[in-house]
């Protein structure tokens, strides 16, 4: 509104004489420009100044928001930096102390391209936070704290570009920051505690202080000091919310032994934070500038996801505050928000004397005085009522603001409500983890325990050092006495005992008792001889008065003037005063030297007695961590073993789980094979080997029983695998090699219980041995090696020539099969007439037919076969494909061997029965045989090709006209012997009852006797089956039990009208031709 009002007021401006007078506005407005950049470049420096003193006073808001103002309409902060760097911070710890606090608010409010221009000046902060570190000084102290804050923030959002300074981020650019990565997270989360430690660090370093100062709250220079712990409430606030993320989502993919240490780091900041968050919370400072959250109780537990539910961003909210601003006489009028570009307000109010300058130079316009001046006296007036109208909207914009926040912070907890109830969903599934975290919390206990064993020798290791602390001072006192002693220059030995003390620190007690004793032998050593030299005064003096006496007795006798005798007097007077003076020092030095013996005797007596007493105490103390530490080894013992035998105890019940299906009736259905057999005996062998070392192992140190563990587990499935395994084989095993496998597995069973319960118990666990498992185990093995089917001698890599060799050899018999049919047919058109011709033709016409059908198919399957081997072998050979997928192709060389045996074989039938040679059932059964190996050949060419493929569909097509072909000539060949077999009539009016009898009797004796002779032949032909399934390697278990009956895929639909012959007549699936020598004999 305010921009288009000053738009029309320019307008209106312009209207008259805009052709002559538009240069002299655009230099008009130019100057206004540059004088309104200069006022607001002036400003922020005067606020930089007013800011930034030496004066113990909290840093007014309205100077740091003019400043704030200014890095946003700059875009950067480089003129707060180049008027900040001639600060002396290095002579006043209150200039840097408010420089820091100056800047901790830029960084948080300030334009985004205030972090890069920081950066610049990062070595600055870092030598100023050295400088007061070094500097004993309250406030140097804490400026050294804060610099060591403002340079970890600036690196974290300069690494982490995506997090602003004001770190007031959503968790989805949270989530976004800490990536996919686990490692990222985790770094990420170091990140942030070390962050928080630095905020946490500066806040309790404040209080402590206040605490220990006569500052309080309400004065000024407390103020000064709890100023920054504003931004400090609302970084430390964001902080934790952070923190807690980052940790829920650590233990959602790490396991909880992993982050031991960052939950322990995390408790510790929360107990911090929480107790500087409720001090802040009693200041009366705090209470109108800032509303601090209440944390919960106890810290988050991170063990269980649900816990996220229950957390709850802490919000801090700043109040609107009408902090009167006593304007001092040297404030500028505040700043406005909006930019005016054309006219600057504030150029025109603060000097009007701009015009008489545009006068001077320009010329009024229109040679005197416009009306323009009465609109512009106007305009001012209007701007003053504008500017009061401005002033009004920012505290109304001010306050929505401050509603919008709190709306804002409701509409936030309401958020996070919602996820938490969506964090209730998961709380099933965190109990099963629960349950499996519990194993892993058993086991972070015994490490516990024995970082308490660490811990207690880190303690007994720092009351060692405590004892070497108190030698050193017992030593300190021995060498203060030596000083003591050293005063007496007469004490010469006692100062080079001394000086032998200071050097030999190291000798123990009792030799410094003695050298105490020495020295008081020694003072009283000296004592006695300054007694005797007292003495010995004595002596002279009474040998001087004496003297005395005898020199009166002389000048009486020889009556000496009296000026002689009073000057002798004198003299002598004068030498006893100076043989008293001595005495009397001598006893006061003595007496001296006596207290001082007698102080470091007491002292020496009581650090003896106290050096004493503490090293009982640590004896105490060490005997104590000494029999805690036996007790947390033999609790140790006691838990690996009760672990030894808990894994026991699983292991024999599935191994009892596996000898109870053996017995099991459904189990008798299930089969498997000796290849399978062969691998889970191998991988047994391997763990009992395991077991042998990890046995050994948890010998040598039963305090770890881990791989003991491991390898039983393993042992148990692989046992209980194998047992059951090889009941499954013996079900399609012979009889000799069934009944051997089955005794094998019970024994394996029974031999496995036998050395897990001598496991189980201390005093038969040195001489479990599992020799006897193995040699049972290769049994088995054995076993399974002996019932592999027995293939082909051919070598792998000679198996791709050989498929084409087969393909093209079963080719070339059909093509000659054909042409031996042909040649059949004139025969026969040569020798035979009538209804014998009409059959021949009938038969080998369908037998014609049939082997174009199979050549149909052969060619169907070869192109089947070339598109699976493209498709599959990949960067591969063919061979190499071949050699790959080596019992795929022995089962297509196998059928395709069958395919042209099957065709030879019905060519010769044929030409039997066309020249009356053979018979009829043999055709038959020649076409059964075509038929089941076409099928063969198709279900050997399916395993491998694509559903969809066309070619399958030819190929499936191609085995149906082959089996309508071969049902052809089945009819046919029925049909023929119908015809030319000639049936008797079946008189028998012409016989007596007798001979009716007879004839009956001998009848039903032929009956029997053909009966016995099809049964004969039935057992014959299973017993042939039998060898031919070893020697083709085809799973026993296709085998009925009864006659012998393969599965649905040897069973060719039927092709004939007439009911088909029984099972015992038909070919197996898996046929081979005959006269391949096999590698052994089956047994």
Excluded at 99 to 104: P, R
Excluded at 230 to 241: A, E, K, T
Excluded at 840 to 855: F, G, P, Q, V
């Amino acid at each position: 509104m305010i921009s288009d009002w000053l738009t029309n007021s320019h307008k209106v401006l312009l209207t008259n004489k805009q052709d002559d007078q538009q240069p002299q506005m655009d230099v008009m407005a130019r100057i206004f420009h540059v004088h309104d950049r200069k006022k607001k470049t002036s400003d922020n420096l005067s606020s930089i100044s007013k800011a930034i003193n030496t004066s113990e006073t909290p840093v007014k808001e309205k100077h740091a928001r003019r400043i704030i103002l200014g890095t946003h309409r700059e875009k950067g902060a480089y003129t707060f930096w180049s008027y900040a760097l001639g600060f002396p911070l290095a002579s006043s710890s209150i200039l840097s102390w408010k420089f820091c606090h100056v800047l901790h608010k830029v960084l948080r409010d300030g334009h985004r391209n205030v972090l890069q221009d920081c950066m610049r000046h990062h070595g600055s902060l870092v030598e100023i936070g050295k400088l007061w570190g070094n500097l004993h000084d309250k406030y140097g102290q804490l400026v050294a704290l804060y610099t060591k804050l403002l340079c970890t923030k600036m690196e974290f959002h300069a690494k982490h570009s995506e997090i602003p300074p004001n770190l007031e981020v959503t968790d989805e650019v949270l989530e976004r920051t800490a990536g996919t990565d686990i490692n990222n997270v985790f770094q990420l989360t170091v990140e942030v505690f070390d962050y928080m430690d630095t905020e946490l660090r500066l806040a309790e370093t404040v209080i402590r202080q206040l605490n220990t100062s006569i500052a309080i709250s309400t004065l000024t220079s407390g103020q000064c000091r709890l100023a920054p712990l504003i931004q400090v409430i609302q970084d430390s606030s964001h902080l934790y919310h952070f923190t807690v993320k980052l940790l829920f989502k650590l233990h959602a993919c790490l396991p909880a032994d992993t982050l031991q240490g960052h939950r322990d780091r995390f408790h510790d900041q929360f107990h911090s934070l929480k107790t500087f968050f409720n001090k802040a919370r009693d200041m009366l400072y705090f209470k109108r500038l800032i509303q601090i959250p209440k944390l919960p109780d106890s810290p988050p537990n991170f063990l269980h996801a649900a816990s996220l539910a229950k957390h709850v961003k802490p919000v801090v909210v700043i109040p609107d505050e009408d902090e009167p601003e006593q304007q001092d006489d040297d404030d500028d009028e505040p700043e406005p928000l909006i930019e005016v570009s054309d006219v600057s307000t504030s150029s025109i109010q603060a000097q009007p004397q701009q015009f008489d300058i545009f006068d001077q130079t320009f010329g009024p316009p229109n040679g005197g005085f416009d009306d323009r001046d009465l609109q512009i006296e106007s305009l001012k007036r209007d701007m003053e009522l504008l500017r009061a109208e401005l002033e009004r909207v920012k505290a109304e914009a001010q306050r929505y603001i401050t509603q919008l926040k709190s709306q804002i912070n409701s509409l936030e907890a309401e958020l996070e409500e919602q996820r938490a109830q969506k964090q209730r969903a998961l709380v099933e599934n965190e109990q099963l983890r629960m349950e499996l975290e519990a194993t892993r919390r058993r086991n972070a206990e015994h490490e516990s325990l024995q970082g308490t064993f660490i811990e207690a020798e880190k303690r007994a290791q720092a009351t060692e050092q405590r004892y070497n602390k108190l030698k050193e001072k017992h030593t300190e006192l021995v060498a203060s006495h030596a000083e003591l002693l050293r005063k007496s220059a007469d004490t010469v030995k006692m100062l080079s005992a001394t000086q032998q003390t200071q050097e030999e620190v190291e000798r123990t007690k009792q030799q410094l008792s003695f050298e105490v004793d020495r020295i008081k032998q020694d003072a009283d050593m000296k004592l006695e001889e300054q007694k005797f030299e007292m003495e010995k005064l004595k002596r002279e003096l009474e040998e001087k008065m004496a003297e005395v006496t005898r020199i009166k007795a002389n000048l009486q006798s020889s009556q000496m003037t009296s000026e002689q005798m009073n000057s002798s007097m004198a003299s002598l007077q004068a030498e006893k005063e100076r043989l008293m003076r001595s005495v009397s020092e001598k006893e006061a030095e003595l007496s001296s030297l006596r207290q001082s013996a007698q102080v470091q005797q007491s002292s020496l007596q009581q650090e003896r007695e106290r050096n004493s007493r503490e090293l009982g105490e640590l004896q105490a103390k060490l005997q104590e961590k000494a029999s805690q530490e036996e007790q947390l080894k033999q609790k140790l013992l006691e838990e690996q073993f009760s672990l030894l035998q808990g894994t026991v105890a699983e292991a024999e019940n599935i191994i009892q789980d596996a000898v109870a299906k053996l017995d099991d009736p459904l189990h008798v259905r299930c089969t498997s094979s000796p290849d399978y057999l062969v691998s889970r005996a191998e991988a047994t062998l391997s763990s009992i080997d395991k077991v042998k070392k990890g046995h050994a192992d948890y010998l040598s140190n039963m305090g770890d029983a881990g791989g003991l563990l491991r390898a039983l587990t393993q042992f148990s499935h692989s046992a209980a695998d194998t047992i059951i395994n090889g009941s499954a084989t013996a079900h399609m095993a012979p009889t000799d090699h069934a009944d051997r496998l089955s005794e094998n597995c019970r024994s394996c069973a029974t031999q496995s219980l036998q050395f897990l319960k001598e496991l189980k118990s201390k005093t038969t666990l040195q001489r479990a041995d599992p020799a006897s498992i193995r040699v049972i185990v290769q049994k088995i093995l054995h076993l399974g090696q002996e019932l592999r089917p027995k293939g082909m001698d051919v070598r792998q890599d000679e198996l791709g020539d050989l498929v084409d060799k087969e393909m093209a050899a079963t080719s070339e018999a059909i093509e000659q099969a054909v042409r031996r049919i042909d040649e059949m047919m004139n025969q026969a058109r040569k020798d035979t007439s009538g209804v014998k011709l009409e059959v021949n033709e009938r038969i080998l016409n369908s037998c014609t037919d049939l082997m174009k059908a199979i050549r149909m198919l052969v060619i169907a399957s070869t192109d089947l076969q070339k598109e699976i081997v493209e498709g599959g072998r990949g960067a591969a050979t063919i061979k190499e494909f071949y050699a790959r997928n080596s019992r795929w192709t022995e089962g297509l060389i196998s059928a395709a061997k069958a395919v042209g045996w099957g065709a030879t074989e019905m060519v010769e039938s044929a030409d039997k029965v066309v020249l009356h040679t053979g018979k009829y059932e043999e055709l038959i059964v020649c076409s059964h045989e075509i038929a089941a190996s076409t099928a063969q050949l198709v279900a050997a060419s399916k395993v491998k090709a694509d559903r969809n493929s066309k070619k399958l569909s030819v190929l499936q097509q191609a085995s149906r006209h082959v089996n309508e072909m071969a049902a052809n000539v089945v009819g046919s060949t029925r049909t023929g012997q119908e015809h030319l077999e000639e049936k008797d009539t079946m008189d028998f009016s012409g016989m007596s009852l007798i001979k009716l009898r007879k004839e009956e009797m001998e009848s039903q004796v032929k009956v029997l006797e053909l009966e016995s002779q099809l049964e004969n032949e039935r057992l014959r032909l299973g017993e042939l089956r039998k060898q031919h399934y070893g020697l083709a390697g085809v799973p026993l278990d296709q085998v009925s039990q009864g006659n012998g009956e393969t599965s649905s895929l040897a069973h060719p639909a039927s092709m004939s009208p007439k009911p088909s012959k029984p099972a015992v007549l038909k070919k197996p699936a898996l046929a081979q031709k005959p006269n391949i020598p096999p590698k052994t004999t089956f047994k």
